[in-house]
């Protein structure tokens, strides 16, 4: 008798829920973890390191790890082609299936790895891009991967440092999104982008939540723009001494 091979008991026993995602870790046959998304119609499985799929593209841990090394060797004669393109397509869509798994499960610092991921081979397609518009077709998500990768590295930095660090987390990530909507439009949209709002509140909600006033980081911008240089270099040093 053939050995079955449907999932009707897992879908059966986890239940999809339309609202959010829907993820969890469980134990591989071999005892590592595996990283599941419920989907309505099935379920998405991903390995936790490495490549979502469990590929090694070229004996490499990822494909732009792979494409990297190619470039490297190629040099100036290194371009992307149609099989290349196709594949960096592939790898940004098992990347954002796991980075949004892992916020939902409040992994933060898997997520803000898979950010990174993403934001380094955008990056690397940008500058080898076949045509502008396969790049803008990823460079369009850029916001949003930044977006995700603030909010992961600022809820990181509460559970380890806590409040003060995470809202440095947050204002860098905003100053990221400003730089990069005054780059992409002519007139920048600042505090009226949906998403710096969405982290400004985060920022808000922390300070009165933790009772923090201006972090030293603030303080320290705040005496730059004032022009007090000598309350800065204290506020510098203040900054170095809790770093080490």
């Known amino acids: 008798m053939a050995r079955a091979q449907h999932v009707d008991h897992i879908l059966r026993s986890w239940r999809y829920r339309p609202n959010g995602v829907v993820a969890r870790v469980v134990k591989g046959s071999d005892g590592r973890d595996l990283l599941q998304m419920r989907l ?22 990822t494909y732009y790890d792979y494409l990297l090394s190619k470039a490297f060797e190629e040099g100036e004669d290194f371009s992307l082609d149609e099989i290349n393109c196709r594949e960096i397509d592939r790898e ?12 939902s499960l409040q992994q933060y610092c898997s997520a803000a790895e898979d950010a990174d991921h993403t934001l380094a081979l955008m990056d690397f397609s940008s500058q080898y891009s076949p045509s502008d518009e396969w790049a803008a077709s990823h460079e369009q998500y850029r916001p949003f991967v930044l977006f995700q990768r603030t909010q992961a590295r600022a809820l990181a930095a509460l559970e380890d440092d806590g409040p003060e660090r995470a809202m440095d987390e947050i204002n860098d990530g905003v100053q990221r999104l400003r730089a990069l909507y005054e780059e992409q439009l002519d007139e920048p949209l600042y505090e009226e982008e949906e998403l ?33 240089y000598e309350r800065a270099a204290e506020l510098r040093d203040e900054i170095e001494r809790r770093t080490q």
């Not at 936790?48 to 490499?60: I, K």
């Not at 985060?202 to 923090?212: A, G, I, Q």
């Open 196 to 228: 710096i709002e969405r982290l400004n509140a985060l920022k808000d909600s922390l300070r009165e939540h933790y009772d923090v006033g201006p972090t030293l980081t603030e303080q320290l911008n705040e005496a730059i723009a004032r022009e007090e």
């Open 92 to 103: 940004f869509v098992q990347f954002y299936h796991r980075r949004i798994c892992w916020l």
């Open 40 to 61: 309505e119609l099935g379920l998405l499985q991903m390995e936790v390191e490495g490549r979502p799929d469990g590929e090694q593209p070229g004996e490499h841990a």
